[in-house]
């Protein structure tokens, strides 16, 4: 199955069809990664065992008539400066490497109410504070279309996996265009949404009254 085939809007119709299964996706993402990741550097973190549960558990809800909406079973990756429960949030920063969340972040609940499979984290600029991928820390995210090049920042995993098919979609977050810039630089579609609609709590911060998590 080639998932770079599909969109999300375009997975989650199949799944809802039955044409796919959630496993069979997801296992086709973590065959992707497994093949292109290290060279674009997009995924901090995979977190595959997990994934294939989350996405059984999908397949099993949907054979019972029980789908949670629209992104039940879809695969998806978390900026690294958002909680996942269980998992480091480094934020792309070396002093965070320890920094384990207790819990999921409520956008990260969110999701995991509707069903989605989380993938893993996504390499980001440090802190947040540059527009270019070029991690110190972490190392260089390059953008797919063209190696040597910036996917734009500082949600510059999620823009470069999203680009890729590695995923079928990602979260980032955005103070001052982190999510719309590699969108653009990546050739694909980001989101701001209206300050305070999404919960910024688990988030690591830059500047809150500007901070904004968006797909």
């Known amino acids: 199955m080639d998932v770079f085939a599909y969109d999300l809007a375009a997975l989650s119709a ?23 990741g ?5 995924f901090i973190l995979r977190d595959f065992d997990a994934a294939l549960h989350q996405a059984g558990e999908s397949d099993a809800r949907r054979r019972d008539g029980r789908a949670l909406g629209p992104l039940d079973g879809v695969p998806l990756g978390i900026k690294d400066n958002i909680d996942v429960r269980g998992l ?30 989380l993938l893993g984290k996504l390499n980001m600029d440090s802190a947040a ?3 270019t ?14 190696a ?14 999203v680009a890729a098919g590695l995923c079928a979609g990602a979260l980032g977050s955005d103070t001052l265009g982190s999510v719309r810039l590699p969108a653009a630089y990546c050739g694909i579609a980001g989101h701001k949404p209206t300050h305070g609609l999404v ?16 797909p």
């Open 14 to 36: 199949a799944l809802e069809a039955g044409s796919v299964t959630s496993h069979d996706a997801t296992q086709s993402y973590i065959d992707r990664i497994d093949a292109h």
């Open 38 to 42: 290290d060279a674009l550097n997009a």
């Open 88 to 117: 480091v949030t480094t934020a792309g920063m070396d002093t965070r490497r320890e920094a384990r969340a207790l819990d999921d972040a409520p956008v990260t609940a969110a999701l995991r109410d509707a069903g989605a499979v």
């Open 129 to 131: 504070l540059n527009a």
């Open 133 to 146: 991928g070029d991690n110190p820390h972490f190392g260089r995210i390059e953008n797919p279309h063209k």
């Open 148 to 161: 040597g090049h910036t996917p734009g920042g500082s949600s510059s995993g999620s823009a470069a996996a």
């Open 199 to 214: 919960s910024i709590r688990g988030v690591v911060p830059v500047a809150p009254p500007f901070d904004q998590v968006g």
